[in-house]
C-alpha cells in the first residue's frame, strides 16, 4: 500500500487559536487537492510553542504578570469539548485527509494545559489523543504530565498510526511502547531543530523499522507579536529554523531536512518497504529475544482499529 503525506513546517499566527486554525484548514486545502493523504502538524501548533517565555517563574517564586500570560495561553488552547475540534474534524471529513495536530490542549476539569497530539480521522473523527508523559526542562511549568493511556497507537486505512512529541524520543521505552505495537507511521512533532535531531529521526527509523516524520515549526523572532518581544528580546532571530524530516525504515533520508523556511515536505510511502527492512532486524520479532527480555507498560491502550 502506498500513501502521500506532507509534513508542515510553518508558523502559528502566535497565541490566536482561531486565527491558528484558519491557517491549518488552508493548508489542508491547500495539500488535499495535491493528493495528500495525511497531514502531520508541529508540537503545540495550537496555538504555538512559547519558545524563550517564563511565564515568571523562578525557583520560589512567580510573577503576576506571568500568570496573566499564562491565563493568555489557557484562554487560546485548544478544548475537546468545544467547537475547536468540531473544526478541525469536520475539515479532516470535507477534505478526507487524516490530520495529526500538535496542540496545548486545556483541560476543562481540572484547568490544566497539556501538549498533546490529536489523531483525526476523515470518517471517525478523533481518533484519540498522546499527551506527553514528560515535558521538557521548564516546559514543566505550563504543562502537566499524562501516563501510560497516553502511549495510543491506531490502525487505519493509510497504516498503524503512533509516535512521540519531542524529546520523549529520547525515552528508550517510550520508543519501545510504540513499536510492541507495530507502528508504521511513526510521527514526532517537535520544537527541536538541532542537527542532532535529524541523527535522532534516522535512528529510530532504523531501530523501530517504520517510517519517521519528523515535524518542526519554522519560527522567527520577528513573527511573534509586538507585545511578546520583550519576552525574547535576548534570543537569536532565526529562533526555530526547522528540520523537518522523512526517513525510510532502512534510515535513509526520503525528504528533508529542511531549515529556515516555511515549507511542506510531501512524499508517497510505499508501507512494502516495512516488510523488506525486517529480514535482518526487526525489534519485535525476530530480534526481540522474549526468553531473556520483558516488557510492559502500564495502562498502555491495545491498538484501536479505525472503524
Not at 495550537?46 to 500568570?67: C, L, Q
Request: overall charge neutral; glycine content about 8%.
Amino acid at each position: 500500500m502506498k500513501v502521500k503525506v506532507g509534513i508542515v513546517q510553518d508558523s502559528p499566527v502566535f497565541f490566536d487559536k482561531d486565527k491558528t486554525i484558519k491557517k491549518v484548514e488552508q493548508l489542508t486545502k491547500k495539500y488535499a487537492k495535491e493528493g495528500c493523504e495525511l497531514l502531520v502538524f508541529p508540537e503545540s501548533f495550537i496555538p504555538g510553542y512559547p519558545r524563550g517565555f517564563t511565564f515568571g517563574a523562578t525557583i520560589g517564586s512567580r510573577t503576576d504578570e506571568g500568570r496573566k500570560l499564562y491565563s493568555e495561553y489557557y484562554k487560546n488552547s485548544v478544548s475537546l469539548e468545544s467547537d475547536d475540534l468540531k473544526k478541525l474534524e469536520k475539515l479532516s471529513k470535507v477534505q478526507h485527509v487524516y490530520l495529526v495536530i500538535g496542540v496545548t490542549e486545556k483541560q476543562n476539569a481540572n484547568g490544566s494545559l497539556y501538549c498533546s497530539m490529536l489523531y483525526i480521522s476523515p470518517t471517525d473523527g478523533l481518533l484519540g489523543v498522546h499527551r506527553k508523559i514528560k515535558p521538557t526542562g521548564t516546559e514543566r511549568i505550563i504543562w502537566g504530565e499524562a501516563a501510560g493511556e497516553s502511549l495510543v497507537t491506531f490502525d487505519t486505512k493509510i497504516g498503524k498510526l503512533g509516535g512521540l512529541i519531542c524529546w520523549e524520543n529520547y525515552m528508550p521505552l517510550a520508543r519501545m511502547a510504540m513499536y510492541q505495537k507495530g507502528v508504521e507511521l511513526y510521527i514526532a512533532p517537535t520544537a527541536d531543530s538541532r542537527d542532532e535531531w535529524t541523527a535522532t529521526m534516522k535512528h529510530i527509523a532504523l531501530e523501530g523499522r517504520c517510517f519517521v516524520l519528523g515535524c518542526n515549526q519554522f519560527y522567527t523572532k520577528a513573527m511573534y507579536p509586538q507585545k511578546y518581544q520583550a519576552f525574547v528580546e535576548d534570543a537569536p532571530e532565526d529562533i526555530c529554523p526547522g528540520g523537518s524530516i522523512i526517513v525510510s525504515p532502512l534510515g535513509k533520508v526520503i525528504a528533508g531536512p529542511i531549515f529556515n523556511e516555511s515549507s511542506v515536505l510531501t512524499a508517497t510511502l510505499d508501507l512494502d518497504e516495512i516488510n523488506h527492512s525486517k529480514l535482518d532486524f526487526d525489534v519485535i520479532g525476530h530480534y526481540a529475544r522474549n526468553d531473556i527480555f520483558q516488557f510492559d507498560v502500564k495502562n498502555q491502550p491495545e491498538i484501536q482499529t479505525e472503524k
